[in-house]
């Protein structure tokens, strides 16, 4: 049962800053466990069945490397070599393609803030072909615009564009060009930590934000069936 998230878990995240290794979160486990990882599978849960609504087939999955990363950082592929994350990431993705190149609802927290976005946040390859090639019809492209233009006016924020030059097969012309210099698509909204992050009412409101964002949410999950892999 979610009650809100644990607020040693701020503490924990504040401790671990000043100690980040190994050695330090091995002798911490238990703390983590209980501040992090418990509420965190009871949120996973909980949010799940609330974003049934939406989504029937939504996955919500309360394991590590399910709806939970990982607090090891791969250092391999991070300019952060500190082997512990700062930020407790949690998702939730809509069908079969890997859970990072699927249309999602997602969270994560640090001791400062609190992120909700919804789409997904970096196109490999496939994705990013797929996208360009779905935004050449005028119609995708322009309930794109239209979905972002809602978004804003209610006070989310977008990823800026990647890209400087335009790729092949636009009209530069185009009033909804812009949309073709992304390498990802999201929106998102950022909290500071409050009390309600402590409570069951931290449910609610991301409900809210992610009802706000489901019609993006929809278009991206739409944008990922035409994926092509190679």
């Not at 000043?18 to 599978?41: D, Q």
């Not at 030059?165 to 012309?173: A, M, S």
Request: glycine residues 4%; positive net charge.
């Amino acid at each position: 049962m979610f009650s809100g998230f644990n607020k040693d878990s701020i503490k924990f995240l504040q401790d671990m800053q000043k100690n980040n290794n190994k050695i330090w979160f091995e002798n911490n486990r238990e703390r983590y466990e209980k501040a992090i990882l418990e509420p965190n599978k009871a949120y996973v849960e909980e949010m799940g069945e609330h974003l049934q609504v939406f989504v029937p087939s939504i996955k919500a999955n309360p394991k590590v490397s399910g709806s939970l990363f990982k607090i090891y950082r791969d250092i391999r592929f991070s300019k952060d070599k500190t082997p512990m994350k700062s930020k407790i990431g949690i998702l939730f993705w809509q069908g079969e393609s890997h859970r990072m190149q699927s249309s999602c609802f997602y969270m994560h927290y640090d001791v400062n803030e609190v992120f909700y976005a919804s789409g997904v946040r970096s196109f490999k390859t496939p994705l990013l072909k797929a996208y360009r090639e779905y935004i050449k019809c005028e119609r995708n492209r322009n309930s794109l615009h239209d979905i972002i233009q809602k978004l804003k006016k209610k006070g989310y924020s977008f990823p800026q564009a990647h890209y400087k030059r335009y790729p092949d097969g636009f009209d530069k012309d185009d009033e909804n060009i812009y949309l073709c210099l992304f390498n990802s698509m999201y929106a998102y909204k950022i909290f500071s930590i409050d009390e309600v992050f402590f409570t069951e009412k931290v449910v609610d409101r991301a409900f809210n934000l992610y009802d706000d964002m489901f019609e993006l949410q929809q278009w991206v999950y739409e944008l990922t069936l035409t994926v092509k892999e190679d």
